[in-house]
């Protein structure tokens, strides 16, 4: 893998989401009127949200696309990652009923199922759900072989952020937040998206997808 150019992409692309951000919120602390400062604030509440959900979908799938480029056999590759390629497979086999023939047809075509090319399918793999709860960043998380409770400590924050874009979204006129409270919120979501950049490019650096010799 090219480390640079997957830390390029992701910094890249956080950078412009950063920059938004910052449009608006220049604008929620120039503006003097309360009512119309609410509004500034509820409009990043909602942007603070896309871009969490955006940021976190698009990193992981450059280090997905980045697995997939390199080819290589399932024999290779962690067992997460592994397993995550046969998703098709997996899910075909377990949903069905088989018999003890069609057990060992599976297990005899094991030595085919490693030297095949783990391909990973990226929709599935980095489906956020159009909701990414603490739960669905888990999910992820443990599909690309990371430590599912690798931001565990900020649920509260997501959770926090969700509760407050949901009351925004479905028209409640008393889901307000402070200035204060909002850049508390953002610089706490904004840690997330960075530690995922650092997450990303460490397994790149390390060959965490691989299978240890």
């Given at each position: 893998?090219?480390?640079?150019?997957?830390?390029?992409?992701?910094?890249?692309?956080l950078?412009?989401?950063?920059?938004?951000?910052?449009?608006?919120?220049?604008?929620?602390?120039?503006?003097?009127?309360?009512?119309?400062?609410?509004?500034?604030?509820?409009?990043?509440?909602?942007?603070?949200?896309?871009?969490?959900?955006?940021?976190?979908?698009?990193?992981?799938?450059?280090?997905?696309?980045?697995?997939?480029?390199?080819h290589?056999?399932?024999?290779?590759?962690?067992?997460?990652?592994?397993?995550?390629?046969?998703?098709?497979?997996?899910?075909?086999?377990?949903?069905?009923?088989?018999?003890?023939?069609?057990?060992?047809?599976?297990?005899?075509?094991?030595?085919?199922?490693?030297?095949?090319?783990?391909?990973?399918?990226?929709?599935?793999?980095?489906?956020?759900?159009?909701?990414?709860?603490?739960?669905?960043?888990?999910?992820?998380?443990?599909?690309?072989?990371?430590?599912?409770?690798?931001?565990?400590?900020?649920?509260?924050?997501?959770?926090?952020?969700?509760?407050?874009?949901?009351?925004?979204?479905?028209?409640?006129?008393?889901?307000s937040?402070?200035?204060?409270?909002?850049?508390?919120?953002?610089?706490?979501?904004?840690?997330?998206?960075?530690?995922?950049?650092?997450?990303?490019t460490?397994?790149?650096?390390?060959?965490?997808?691989?299978?240890?010799?």
């Open positions: 893998m090219d480390l640079e150019k997957v830390r390029a992409e992701l910094e890249d692309d950078l412009w989401r950063l920059e938004e951000l910052a449009v608006l919120r220049n604008q929620a602390t120039a503006e003097g009127r309360e009512r119309h400062k609410s509004v500034f604030l509820k409009s990043l509440v909602l942007m603070l949200y896309a871009h969490y959900e955006g940021f976190c979908k698009h990193a992981f799938t450059v280090y997905v696309r980045a697995i997939n480029a390199e290589l056999p399932r024999s290779k590759v962690s067992l997460p990652i592994a397993t995550s390629s046969m998703s098709q497979t997996l899910d075909g086999y377990f949903k069905r009923n088989q018999s003890f023939s069609a057990q060992l047809g599976f297990v005899t075509a094991f030595d085919r199922i490693w030297a095949e090319v783990a391909v990973l399918p990226v929709d599935e793999v980095v489906d956020t759900e159009s909701n990414l709860k603490p739960e669905v960043m888990r999910k992820i998380l443990c599909r690309l072989g990371f430590n599912e409770d690798l931001f565990g400590d900020h649920d509260g924050s997501v959770q926090s952020l969700m509760n407050r874009r949901n009351g925004v979204a479905h028209g409640n006129r008393t889901r937040i402070s200035e204060q409270d909002y850049r508390d919120l953002e610089a706490r979501v904004l840690s997330i998206l960075d530690g995922l950049i650092t997450a990303i460490e397994a790149v650096a390390t060959g965490h997808h691989l299978r240890p010799a």
